[in-house]
C-alpha cells in the first residue's frame, strides 16, 4: 500500500502535514464587475500564499488553486461568504509537490472558451448527473455518451463506450455536433469533462440546438475519481490535469504520467525520462516527426 493512500485512511490531519491542498471550482454567475472581483481574489490567495490560475468573465469564476490545507479553507471561507459564490461545488486533492509556479489571476471574455454568443449555463443547463448515478445513465443502450474534452485528454483516459469528438480545443465542439449529431437521432446525450466546467457549457448550447434531453456529470471526472470506488468504476485509465500533477488516478491520486520532455505531450514517465529527441514512444512526437525511427 502506497504511504499516502495509508495517511488518507487515519486522517487529513496527516495528509495536510505531508502534502499541499489542490482545490478546483468555478460558477456560472453574472459578475457585474469583473476587475473588482479580480481584484479582491488576487488579494486573498496573496495574503494566504496560494498558487494557481483563476479566471474572472462576466459569466463567472473558474479556479484552479493549490496551497495549504488551512489556507485553502481560509479563501473558501471568504470567497463563500459572498452570496454570488454561497453555494459553491469545490473538487478536493493533494499534491506531494508544488503543481503551480505561480499565481495567475485574469479577466477573460469566458471563464471556458467556448465562442459561440449568447449560452449561458447559469440560466440554461442540462440535467446534473451525480456520480454515484452516473454508471446506470452512461449503461443505458439510448444514451450518446461524449467525452468534451481534447484529443490528448482523451488519449490516456476516459469512460467505458464514450465518445471521442477527437478535438484540440473546447471551441471546435460546435463544429463537431454540427457534422455528427442530430437531434431527432439522438433523443438522450450525456457529456463529461475533467471537473465540470466545460461539459455544462456544452449542454447549455445543445439545449439551444433543440437536443431533447442532454445530460452533463456533476463535479466532473474528479469528484466521480473522488466518489466512486475502483471496483464499481467504469473510469479507465488516467484523468488529465492542467498542472504538474498531469493526470490523476482512482481516489484522485497522482498518476503515471509526464510531459514528454520534447513536446509536452502526456506520457508514461519512464518515456519522459529517457526522451532526450522526438521519440517514437510518444504518440505526438511520432505523429510530428514522420522519419522517427517507430
Known amino acids: 500500500m502506497r504511504f499516502r493512500a495509508l495517511t488518507k485512511s487515519v486522517g487529513?490531519?496527516?495528509?495536510?502535514?505531508?502534502?499541499?491542498?489542490?482545490?478546483?471550482?468555478?460558477?456560472?454567475?453574472t459578475i457585474d464587475e469583473p476587475e473588482t472581483l479580480r481584484a479582491s481574489v488576487e488579494a486573498a490567495c496573496v495574503q494566504n500564499g496560494i498558487l494557481g490560475t483563476i479566471l474572472v468573465a462576466s459569466e463567472g469564476i473558474n479556479a484552479t488553486i493549490s496551497g495549504r490545507e488551512e489556507a485553502i479553507?481560509?479563501?473558501?471561507?471568504?470567497?463563500?461568504?459572498?452570496?454570488?459564490?454561497?453555494?459553491?461545488?469545490?473538487?478536493?486533492?493533494?499534491?506531494?509537490t508544488e503543481p503551480f509556479k505561480r499565481l495567475k489571476v485574469r479577466i477573460k471574455p469566458e471563464i471556458v472558451t467556448f465562442g459561440v454568443p449568447g449560452i449561458n449555463p447559469a440560466d440554461q443547463a442540462g440535467t446534473y448527473v451525480a456520480p454515484e448515478a452516473w454508471n446506470a445513465l452512461i449503461r443505458d443502450p439510448d444514451v450518446l455518451v461524449i467525452d468534451t474534452r481534447n484529443g490528448y485528454e482523451v488519449a490516456i483516459g476516459t469512460f467505458e463506450g464514450a465518445i471521442d469528438p477527437k478535438t484540440d480545443a473546447f471551441g471546435d465542439f460546435p463544429e463537431y455536433v454540427a457534422r455528427n449529431l442530430d437531434p431527432?437521432?439522438?433523443?438522450?446525450?450525456?457529456?463529461?469533462?475533467?471537473?465540470?466546467?466545460?461539459?455544462?457549457?456544452?449542454?447549455?448550447?445543445?439545449?439551444?440546438?433543440?437536443?431533447?434531453?442532454?445530460?452533463?456529470?456533476?463535479?466532473?471526472?474528479?469528484?466521480?475519481?473522488e466518489t466512486v470506488?475502483?471496483?464499481?468504476?467504469?473510469?479507465r485509465g488516467e484523468c488529465f490535469v492542467f498542472d504538474g500533477?498531469?493526470?490523476?488516478?482512482?481516489?484522485?491520486e497522482e498518476g503515471t504520467h509526464a510531459h514528454c520532455a520534447v513536446c509536452g505531450y502526456p506520457v508514461g514517465k519512464a518515456v519522459e525520462k529517457e526522451a532526450s529527441q522526438l521519440s517514437p514512444q510518444c504518440p505526438n512526437c511520432r505523429a510530428r516527426n514522420s522519419g522517427c525511427n517507430a
Do not use: N
Not at 75 to 88: G, I
Not at 229 to 235: G, H, Q, R, V, Y
Open 12 to 29: 487529513r490531519d496527516i495528509v495536510g502535514l505531508m502534502s499541499i491542498t489542490v482545490a478546483a471550482f468555478y460558477k456560472f454567475v
Open 245 to 252: 500533477r498531469v493526470a490523476l488516478q482512482h481516489g484522485v
Open 184 to 225: 431527432a437521432r439522438h433523443k438522450r446525450v450525456a457529456m463529461f469533462c475533467t471537473g465540470g466546467i466545460r461539459c455544462e457549457k456544452a449542454s447549455a448550447y445543445l439545449l439551444t440546438q433543440g437536443f431533447p434531453e442532454v445530460y452533463h456529470l456533476e463535479g466532473g471526472i474528479l469528484k466521480y475519481l
Open 229 to 235: 470506488p475502483e471496483e464499481a468504476s467504469l473510469w
Open 73 to 96: 479553507a481560509s479563501l473558501l471561507l471568504w470567497l463563500r461568504s459572498d452570496p454570488r459564490f454561497s453555494v459553491l461545488a469545490v473538487k478536493m486533492s493533494f499534491a506531494e
